[in-house]
């Protein structure tokens, strides 16, 4: 045990560590929207709603079936991704041709759709979920205690995230969607059926979104209004890293988390609106956000 | 250079009619409103209205989406409520540290005078920071900085947290026109939504809403012709925010509370599905709008949480089915601009 700045180590390990956590959560999200909008020109507001669905999605198979953390963790995403293709294929395919701010209203509405629905069946309060047992108990560092499933958290975001990034950049597929990003009517000349991308794409990133639920679904308690508060500090993570760049989402995300974990240590009342203030900074100094291209 | 004389724009005799007629009706259903509905009811519904109107001039003329305009509708409200109820200024300029403005409680209009000035000053620090991006990021920054105030009127002291300011007098107008009775207090409401409803029709057609208009539709070619677009955008916001705030300032009076209900992203969300259904970019959709989802509100009020769901089912009909609102269709079927 020792001291930092008159703070024990073990506060500020705690704190670094569950600033990571959010963190993870930050960037998953933050990389779904990035994906989304490179493809399809819309901010999904829904993204919030669809992470709180990937939480209740677990909760619902764990009553109903049985099924515990494992097998939820591939479902939920699956469940939850093909209502998003739904929605894309219903709804959102309509909006493409027309400003921007029609998907963002769009998605919006989806989005209270969706909390309203889950209020009305499970209530305001939040319900629990319980730990696999294989990612009980933790490790002894030393300097500060690591519960497994901390890290098993930090692990996978990471590994998703940066999977989500080798896809993108390094393969074949990730060049025809990046082709299909730039000039989609060239690429559908050379025979990609873009329009499937497109929903695969929105497919994918939903699925995200409700893959990060799941993770949360035994940290925090899985409730209706999980989403739409997270969301909004996304959004603001979004306008810091800017969209252009998968890396600089993950990078942003998780790097904010760090940065909110240590404002609760050393000025707690900030640690809220920490990432606010951090993005009115950037957008003085350097509008178009850390990793973003001038428009 | 800052003028634009347009021989089309000087008489538009139709336009000038279908509006003059529609003002007129608007006016006679304010009249008799009172006497058929509940007044309180009404004058929220201006409320509502009011505010709007001022975000429409933003999404309907500009092209800018503001999603955090609760911030200002909200912020103003508490102020108001703060300099009738109490007066007393204090400022934390240290931890611990206050600077105390002794001040008396003020009477209503004064009130509402410092909502429109923390509207004002608000929307200028929020602007300046907002039209640095384009778009969507406009639309993600009003958010994020509107969420931001919101964690700070759940610390401030003055906002009472959770319990918001209750039990705010109305007081009297100039000191000396009591504001207890409903009516008088119907005729004022009345007076302050029709000034910033003309004001914000006045400032459309004026040659500085063209300019915005013409942002709106080519925000490029505005530059190319000179045009400092950034300026335009700014004053616009700041237009609206202040109208935003007297708006919620004057809702401070009315409902005799200021509350955090007003300041969460919820509420932003409102008034963008007040617009929508009424018609964005029209002049009197935002007016039907809020009507229409209040009265909504109230009458479902029973259903609990599923109005949440209403609403969205509403966003989404809106947007798929029918983008030209209320207002819009009405306006489009008979021809005339409304």
Same mark, same amino acid.
């Given at each position: 045990m020792f001291e930092i700045f008159g703070i024990p180590s073990t506060a500020l390990f705690g704190q670094l560590l569950i600033g990571l956590i959010n963190g993870s959560f930050y960037a998953l999200l933050s990389l779904g929207l990035a994906v989304i909008f490179g493809m399809l020109n819309i901010i999904n507001f829904s993204h919030g709603a669809q992470y709180m669905m990937g939480a209740f999605a677990a909760y619902i198979i764990l009553q109903a079936t049985g099924l515990g953390y494992w097998p939820a963790l591939i479902i939920a995403p699956i469940i939850v991704g093909i209502t998003g293709i739904i929605i894309e294929r219903t709804m959102l395919q309509w909006l493409y041709k027309l400003d921007h701010l029609y998907g963002l209203l769009l998605t919006f509405g989806i989005a209270l759709i969706i909390e309203g629905v889950a209020r009305n069946y499970f209530g305001s309060a939040g319900l629990p979920y319980t730990l696999p047992d294989s990612l009980r108990g933790g490790q002894n560092l030393g300097?500060?205690?690591?519960?497994?499933?901390?890290?098993?958290?930090?692990?996978?975001?990471?590994?998703?995230?940066?999977?989500?990034?080798?896809?993108?950049?390094?393969?074949?597929?990730?060049?025809?969607?990046?082709?299909?990003?730039?000039?989609?009517?060239?690429?559908?000349a050379m025979g990609v059926n873009v329009p499937r991308m497109i929903t695969l794409t929105y497919g994918f990133g939903v699925a995200l979104a409700a893959f990060a639920g799941v993770m949360a679904a035994p940290i925090y308690n899985v409730s209706p209004q999980m989403g739409s508060e997270l969301i909004i500090v996304v959004f603001a993570v979004v306008v810091i890293g800017g969209m252009g760049s998968i890396l600089g989402a993950i990078v942003t995300g998780f790097g904010l988390g760090v940065i909110e974990g240590l404002t609760k240590v050393f000025f707690p009342e900030a640690s809220n609106t920490v990432i606010f203030v951090i993005m009115a900074i950037v957008l003085l100094v350097r509008p178009a956000g850390l990793f973003g291209r001038r428009a | 250079m800052e003028r634009v004389v347009d021989p089309l724009m000087k008489k538009n005799t139709s336009r000038d009619r279908s509006i003059a007629i529609a003002f007129l009706i608007l006016l006679a259903v304010l009249a008799?409103?009172?006497?058929?509905?509940?007044?309180? $009811?009404? %004058?929220?519904? &201006?409320?509502? #209205?009011?505010?709007?109107?001022? @975000?429409? *001039?933003?999404?309907?003329?500009? +092209?800018?989406?503001?999603?955090?305009?609760?911030?200002?509708?909200?912020?103003?409200?508490?102020?108001?409520?703060?300099?009738?109820?109490?007066?007393?200024?204090?400022?934390?300029?240290?931890?611990?540290?206050?600077?105390?403005?002794?001040?008396?409680?003020?009477?209503?209009?004064?009130?509402?005078?410092?909502?429109?000035?923390?509207?004002?000053?608000l929307g200028l620090v929020a602007g300046s920071?907002?039209?640095?991006?384009?778009?969507?990021? $406009?639309? %993600?920054?009003? &958010?994020?900085? #509107?969420?931001?105030?919101?964690? @700070?009127? *759940?610390?401030?002291?003055?906002? +009472?947290?959770?319990?918001?300011?209750?039990?705010?007098?109305?007081?009297?107008?100039?000191?000396?026109?009591?504001?207890?009775?409903?009516?008088?207090?119907?005729?004022?409401?009345?007076?302050?939504?029709?000034?910033?409803?003309?004001?914000?029709?006045?400032?459309?057609?004026?040659?500085?809403?063209?300019?915005?208009?013409?942002?709106?539709?080519?925000?490029?070619?505005?530059?190319?012709?000179?045009?400092?677009?950034?300026?335009?955008?700014?004053?616009?916001?700041?237009?609206?925010?202040?109208?935003?705030?007297?708006?919620?300032?004057?809702?401070?009076?009315?409902?005799?509370?200021?509350?955090?209900?007003?300041?969460?992203?919820?509420?932003?969300?409102?008034?963008?599905?007040?617009?929508?259904?009424?018609?964005?970019?029209?002049?009197f959709g935002p007016v039907i709008g809020a009507f229409v989802i209040l009265t909504m509100q109230y009458k479902l009020a029973a259903f609990g949480e599923w109005v949440t769901v209403i609403q969205g089912v509403i966003f989404v009909a809106c947007v798929l089915l029918f983008r030209r609102g209320i207002v819009g269709e009405i306006a489009n079927i008979l021809r005339v601009k409304l």
């Open positions: 300097f500060m205690f690591l519960p497994n499933y901390r890290a098993w958290v930090i692990a996978v975001s990471l590994v998703v995230c940066l999977g989500t990034w080798f896809v993108i950049e390094r393969t074949k597929l990730g060049s025809y969607l990046r082709a299909a990003t730039e000039n989609p009517t060239l690429v559908r | 008799v409103a009172p006497f058929y509905a509940y007044p309180q $009811f009404v %004058m929220q519904v &201006l409320c509502f #209205a009011l505010f709007a109107c001022a @975000f429409n *001039l933003l999404i309907g003329y500009v +092209g800018l989406l503001s999603f955090g305009h609760a911030l200002y509708f909200g912020w103003a409200s508490y102020v108001c409520a703060h300099m009738i109820k109490i007066g007393t200024i204090s400022i934390p300029y240290w931890p611990g540290a206050w600077l105390v403005i002794p001040l008396p409680p003020l009477s209503p209009e004064l009130g509402i005078l410092a909502g429109a000035l923390t509207g004002a000053v920071l907002a039209i640095r991006r384009q778009g969507i990021y $406009f639309a %993600m920054i009003t &958010l994020a900085l #509107a969420q931001m105030m919101y964690f @700070f009127a *759940l610390q401030a002291k003055f906002t +009472g947290g959770e319990d918001g300011i209750q039990g705010v007098p109305r007081g009297k107008l100039f000191g000396l026109i009591s504001l207890a009775d409903p009516y008088t207090m119907y005729a004022f409401v009345v007076v302050v939504f029709l000034a910033g409803f003309l004001f914000i029709y006045r400032v459309i057609h004026s040659p500085f809403g063209e300019v915005l208009k013409a942002i709106r539709e080519n925000e490029a070619r505005a530059i190319s012709l000179g045009y400092k677009t950034d300026r335009y955008k700014l004053v616009a916001f700041v237009l609206s925010t202040t109208l935003a705030g007297v708006a919620g300032a004057t809702k401070a009076v009315v409902m005799q509370i200021a509350s955090i209900s007003d300041v969460v992203w919820q509420m932003s969300g409102e008034v963008v599905l007040m617009t929508l259904v009424g018609g964005l970019g029209t002049i």
